[in-house]
């Protein structure tokens, strides 16, 4: 059996195997939605430019610049022209051993066609490749002569041909032909350039390495004369000019880029070794120190956080208050909020006055143990798309984004994160490497398409310029995003002192002890089911690692407490409200002032049991000055009772409440003596209470009844909430089921529609001198029979085992084409085997369009 070559990219898919389709299709998911219905169909979405421009932005660069040179090359170029265009005239060793790979992937997404003597790259990726004047090549390159000379008249070229040394010729065609060869005969073209002024030379050496196109005046000067009538600018517009594509290669020495990157980046060189145990622990007191902080986070928004802006979000002053309250800088504060945020920790509430609180999800969190909890957010932060790094930078609109607010989704984060992570497991362990080193890699791997700069166009006088000078690199968002993955994984703790550590590895499945592989092709991000699966493996690495609480304190005589290490979480929040934090670090420090005093007594502790459970957790005796202090404001505390009338004061003292209308500084509270123990007050309780307190007493809140009130505030929770579902990029990553399940369905799909059919009973066949009775069939159009010849074919296809072909619609209105083998027909239905769905099914025969025998050899 002989192989034609293919005319078209169909033709070629029809070649490729099972496993070849199958990896177009995972390399290019976008092909799937829906399943096409055969291979034209295939081809004919693979070359759409939605699906080309998302293909061609996941190309690595050397893999890229292969798609570029075969943009500028001939269509078909052969694979010669095409490794003359990569490596040079000189020849380049690592771009020829690279090339054929750089190939084998281009045909493998569908973007190159063809035998190696005629690659052809698909028409929308030409498009989109190919130079322009409103969109100049990223090869530099521009127009061939016969673009660039297209509407010219007869009577220039033969001046252009003169004037290059050139023979006349007959007609435009051949004259066009001959300039070009001129220029890429590197012999001729060498002499020709011999006899050029310095200025006309230092010109072209200007549009070199593009862009190709300048500007002249009315009038040039005479070096740029010999270069126009010569035929090495030509016209492009009424006072520009362009270097032509064959002279441009040839100064080139037939390079199509100046710096061809064959290979990535190599990470190993520049990596700094570190002790892995260092880093182990670095890391691990990193995660401790992030769990601390989303816990104070929570315990700041206990009662309920701040409002929701009317747009969604934080607000600006509520950001500055949390990151004050974090002790931390703004932009961390919003890492912090997005990450508690992506875990469900903290959500809106959903009411009227909308505001922020945490869920319900947040008490369960914080009963866990830490390594446990450290593995909810981790497992949060891998899959999550929102970026708070472009937190308080501008939108499309030019306003703000805020914090826990709309349009903060990147969909690249998760395979950038991912990526950034596998890299650094490539290196052995406990390395790292430079930012700029990673970035760069990173580049190589997925090159993004900037805009090409202004044109500086050659003026009457050029200045030569010998030393080129590339743009400014563009802080695109991949680079951002990576930059942000690293600060926040040594936040984290997945990352110590900038390298992996050990349970940072094992969340990419990376051995602990070994580098992992180091492949060009990244792969593919975790899902969120993946996610928590490798957080729990990392958990049980980290877990010897993080402190263990304790269950002490150091009490000192300065009225000051020494937390030496993570307390247990009782001894934490009983000791946060009878002191002050004072300073945070590897030991925290607690100060006792009257006022935490005074908050642990409204929380219904008495002095007693205060000292009782200072006694019961110091290493060190109780200071006198401390319990001195405790007895003081015990005393001293509840003297003053404040009820609701709108408000009054009680005191068995009245001397003591004679003082306090005395008292200046309670003017604003508008005091009256009621009686000689009570004073009423025109302000509310909780207003009475403060001021009192800000004057130095100890008043205390009291029911109706007269009894003391308990000052233990609810915490405040919202409503059961689902963290937020990342925005993926582009279509899941398809699974090897649904892949076997599509290839399988194109393939019947494609044998429907291309199958060779018999010609009905009766028919007169086309012969020279008359057509067929019946017209050819268009394509992807149904058989049409009536409901007796269906019948009738279908009766004999079963007594003869053979396969047809049916147009069938379903349920839906929806139509296809299948081949089926049929094995019963009875009851007004069809039972047959399905070549589409590789499995028997049975089909009404009023839903049957029409039905036709496939030729012999067509199965």
């Given at each position: 059996m002989t192989t034609a070559t293919p005319r078209t990219l169909a033709e070629e898919l029809r070649t490729r195997s099972d496993d070849g389709l199958a990896g177009l299709l995972r390399a290019r998911p976008d092909l799937l939605n829906p399943v096409p219905g055969d291979l034209t169909q295939l081809a004919t979405r693979a070359g759409t430019r939605a699906s080309a421009v998302r293909a061609v932005e996941r190309l690595d660069a050397f893999a890229l610049q292969t798609a570029e040179a075969l943009a500028v090359a001939p269509d078909p170029c052969p694979y010669p022209t095409l490794a003359a265009l990569m490596a040079g005239d000189a020849g380049n060793a690592a771009v020829t051993a690279a090339l054929p790979k750089a190939?084998?992937?281009?045909?493998?997404?569908?973007?190159?066609?063809?035998?190696?003597?005629?690659?052809?790259?698909?028409?929308?990726?030409?498009?989109?490749?190919?130079?322009?004047?409103?969109?100049?090549?990223?090869?530099?390159?521009?127009?061939?002569?016969?673009?660039?000379?297209?509407?010219?008249?007869p009577g220039r070229l033969q001046e252009l041909l003169a004037a290059a040394g050139l023979p006349a010729t007959h007609d435009p065609v051949s004259a066009v032909a001959a300039l070009a060869a001129l220029f890429s005969d590197r012999v001729r073209m060498a002499a020709l350039l011999d006899t050029a002024p310095a200025e006309a030379v230092a010109v072209l050496d200007r549009l070199l390495w593009g862009p190709p196109y300048g500007a002249v005046t009315d009038r040039p000067a005479a070096h740029l004369t010999w270069l126009l009538d010569r035929g090495l600018l030509l016209p492009a517009g009424a006072r520009n000019v362009v270097l032509p594509r064959e002279a441009a290669l040839h100064l080139r020495a037939g390079r199509a880029h100046r710096a061809p990157e064959p290979t990535p980046p190599a990470l190993a060189p520049a990596a700094t070794a570190r002790d892995p145990q260092l880093v182990d622990n670095t890391?691990?007191?990193?995660?401790?120190?992030?769990?601390?902080?989303?816990?104070?986070?929570?315990?700041?928004?206990?009662?309920?956080?701040?409002?929701?802006?009317?747009?969604?979000?934080?607000?600006?002053?509520?950001?500055?208050?949390?990151?004050?309250?974090?002790?931390?800088?703004?932009?961390?504060?919003?890492?912090?909020?997005?990450?508690?945020?992506?875990?469900?920790?903290?959500?809106?509430?959903?009411?009227?006055?909308?505001?922020?609180?945490?869920?319900?999800?947040?008490?369960?969190?914080?009963?866990?143990?830490?390594?446990?909890r450290w593995s909810i957010l981790v497992a949060a932060w891998l899959p999550a798309t929102r970026a708070p790094g472009v937190v308080g930078t501008a939108d499309a609109k030019g306003r703000a984004l805020a914090a826990l607010g709309p349009h903060l989704d990147r969909s690249p984060a998760p395979e950038v994160r991912h990526r950034v992570l596998s890299l650094l497991a490539t290196l052995p362990p406990g390395s790292s490497v430079p930012e700029s080193t990673l970035l760069a890699r990173l580049r190589w791997e997925r090159p993004l398409r900037a805009a090409a700069p202004a044109t500086q166009p050659p003026t009457s006088a050029p200045?030569?310029?010998?030393?080129?000078?590339?743009?400014?690199?563009v802080e695109d968002l991949r680079s951002r995003l990576a930059q942000w993955t690293l600060a926040e994984a040594e936040l984290l703790g997945v990352t110590g002192r900038g390298a992996l550590a050990t349970h940072g590895r094992a969340l990419i499945g990376a051995a602990p002890d070994a580098p992992m592989a180091d492949t060009e092709e990244p792969s593919l991000p975790l899902t969120p089911a993946e996610a928590a699966t490798a957080a729990g493996r990392a958990a049980v690495l980290l877990a010897p690692l993080l402190p263990e609480p304790l269950d002490h304190i150091l009490l000192q005589?300065?009225?000051?407490?020494?937390?030496?290490?993570?307390?247990?979480?009782?001894?934490?929040?009983?000791?946060?409200?009878?002191?002050?934090?004072?300073?945070?670090?590897?030991?925290?420090?607690?100060?006792?002032?009257?006022?935490?005093?005074?908050?642990?007594?409204?929380?219904?502790?008495?002095?007693?049991?205060?000292?009782?459970?200072?006694?019961?957790?110091?290493?060190?005796?109780?200071?006198?000055?401390?319990?001195?202090?405790?007895?003081?404001?015990?005393?001293?505390?509840?003297?003053?009772?404040?009820?609701?009338?709108?408000?009054?004061?009680?005191?068995?003292?009245?001397?003591?409440?004679?003082?306090?209308?005395?008292?200046?500084?309670?003017?604003?509270?508008?005091?009256?003596?009621?009686?000689?123990?009570?004073?009423?007050?025109q302000t509310s309780p909780d207003q009475l209470l403060d001021g009192l307190r800000a004057m130095g007493f100890a008043p205390a809140a009291e029911s109706a009844a007269g009894d003391v009130l308990v000052a233990r505030a609810d915490a405040y929770r919202t409503p059961p909430r689902t963290a937020p579902t990342p925005v993926p990029d582009g279509p899941p990553p398809p699974d090897a089921t649904l892949l076997s399940a599509a290839v399988r369905a194109i393939r019947a799909g494609d044998l429907a529609a291309t199958a060779e059919r018999k010609p009905a009973p009766g028919a007169r066949p086309a012969t020279p001198s008359a057509p067929a009775d019946t017209p050819p069939r268009a394509p992807g159009a149904l058989p049409r029979t009536t409901s007796a010849e269906t019948l009738a074919t279908m009766q004999a296809a079963v007594l003869t085992s053979s396969p047809v072909w049916i147009g069938y619609v379903n349920a839906d209105g929806a139509a296809s084409q299948r081949v089926i083998a049929p094995v019963r027909v009875e009851g007004g239905f069809v039972t047959a085997y399905d070549h589409t769905s590789d499995e028997v099914r049975t089909y009404p025969l009023h839903r049957i369009t029409g039905v036709a025998e496939l030729a012999d050899d067509a199965v």
């Open positions: 190939v084998a992937k281009l045909r493998a997404q569908a973007l190159v066609w063809g035998p190696d003597d005629r690659l052809r790259l698909v028409r929308t990726v030409r498009e989109l490749l190919a130079p322009s004047p409103a969109r100049p090549s990223p090869t530099g390159l521009g127009p061939t002569v016969a673009e660039a000379t297209t509407g010219m008249s890391a691990a007191g990193q995660a401790f120190t992030a769990l601390a902080t989303v816990e104070e986070l929570l315990k700041e928004w206990d009662l309920g956080g701040p409002p929701v802006l009317r747009a969604g979000g934080l607000s600006i002053r509520d950001l500055k208050r949390t990151a004050t309250a974090l002790d931390t800088t703004e932009q961390l504060a919003a890492f912090w909020l997005e990450l508690s945020y992506a875990a469900g920790l903290i959500a809106s509430d959903g009411e009227a006055d909308e505001r922020y609180a945490a869920t319900p999800a947040a008490e369960e969190w914080l009963q866990l143990p830490d390594p446990e200045a030569p310029s010998d030393t080129p000078t590339d743009p400014a690199p005589a300065d009225l000051t407490a020494v937390a030496p290490g993570p307390l247990q979480r009782p001894l934490a929040e009983a000791l946060g409200t009878l002191a002050d934090i004072e300073s945070k670090g590897g030991a925290t420090v607690y100060r006792f002032t009257p006022g935490s005093v005074r908050r642990a007594l409204d929380a219904g502790r008495s002095a007693a049991e205060l000292q009782e459970f200072l006694t019961a957790h110091s290493r060190t005796p109780v200071p006198q000055p401390l319990a001195y202090l405790i007895d003081d404001v015990a005393r001293r505390h509840g003297q003053l009772r404040v009820g609701a009338a709108t408000a009054y004061v009680r005191c068995d003292d009245d001397a003591l409440l004679s003082e306090l209308l005395a008292d200046r500084r309670a003017a604003a509270l508008r005091l009256r003596r009621l009686a000689p123990t009570v004073l009423a007050s």
